[in-house]
């Protein structure tokens, strides 16, 4: 079991080799394995040193300092303000060899490169953000900056990329269909949560549908989001197609999708792996 202890800059994960800059419920949860325990299975297994990392996504950095610690190179990406600067304080807390290898944005990757409006769910650094504005949104907005992956790998100069982790809350589904072009030429190992629900819920608020017709549809019988389903499928396709292009396909439990089953179960929030080559179970 992972314990976390007071060190010097912050508290320290034990036995997985970064600090945090404080302590708290979720950092409690990591320490004991509760958190996503399939989400560090697979990093301490597809991920080794020197490899290079791009994290979309990284909140307060679970996937970033757990991917550093592992010896890789990251590149985080996360747009929400007070996620940001959680995530810069726990880079911070750890030792300048460690810190060499993040490298930290606080924007978004989007489709076009443009700067957006970012939604948060509740309050912001909940880990709920959203560049979808969505019905049950009651945390304000914000706006801010963003790059395509196209052109922030370009700037960079990249010859290669290991591994992505995407996790935007819905924004996939406008975001890596724009993404295809650079995951053919690098084939990158590709963590992907997907949030099917959200996406309904976004498409629903654009009908700017009231909450009471919604009542009365349930009271009636009739499922109200049934148009926003069905609105939804267009953008699932879009995104089964962006990624056809790898040939094998994985649960978060690394055990292998009939990629024919893809479109259906992002109907849920679910998590896959698609991979360049085949990884085994």
């Known amino acids: 079991m992972r314990t976390i202890q007071r060190g010097r800059a912050g508290f320290e994960v034990a036995d997985v080799g970064f600090r945090v800059a404080n302590e708290g419920e979720f950092w409690d949860s990591f320490a ?17 040193p020197g490899m290079r990392v791009m994290d979309i996504g990284a909140w307060r ?6 991917a550093a610690a592992l010896g890789a190179e990251v590149h985080a990406f996360e747009p929400d303000p007070l996620a940001f600067k959680g995530l810069k304080l726990n880079v911070e807390a750890n030792d300048t060899a460690f810190r060499s290898r993040v490298h930290l944005h606080n924007k978004a990757v989007t489709h076009d490169g443009r700067p957006i409006a ?19 949104d009651t945390g304000g907005a914000v706006q801010v900056a963003s790059t395509t992956f196209d052109a922030y790998v ?3 100069g990249f010859d290669r990329i290991d591994f992505v982790k995407m996790d935007i809350e819905g924004g996939e589904f406008f975001t890596l269909p724009a993404m295809r072009a650079a995951l053919v030429q690098y084939r990158p190992i590709l963590y992907l949560s997907t ?8 498409l629903e608020k654009q009908r700017a549908r009231s909450g009471l017709v919604r009542r009365a549809c349930r009271l009636l019988g009739i499922d109200p989001l049934a148009r926003s389903r069905r609105a939804a499928v267009p953008l699932i396709n879009d995104l089964v197609e962006s990624l056809s ?10 055990v ?8 259906s179960m992002m109907d849920e929030l679910t ?9 085994g179970y």
């Open 32 to 48: 004991d394995g509760s958190w996503e325990p399939y989400t560090t299975r697979l990093l301490e297994r597809l991920v080794a």
């Open 61 to 66: 950095g679970p996937v970033t300092l757990t």
């Open 118 to 136: 970012l939604f948060a769910r509740y309050g912001f650094g909940d880990s709920g953000s959203s560049m979808l504005s969505r019905l049950q």
């Open 154 to 156: 370009r700037e960079q």
């Open 195 to 202: 949030h099917g629900p959200l996406l309904v819920e976004y």
């Open 245 to 254: 292009v790898y040939p094998y396909v994985y649960s978060r439990d690394l």
């Open 256 to 263: 292998p999708v009939d990629p024919a089953r893809i479109g």
């Open 271 to 279: 998590e896959f792996v698609f991979s360049p080559r085949e990884l």
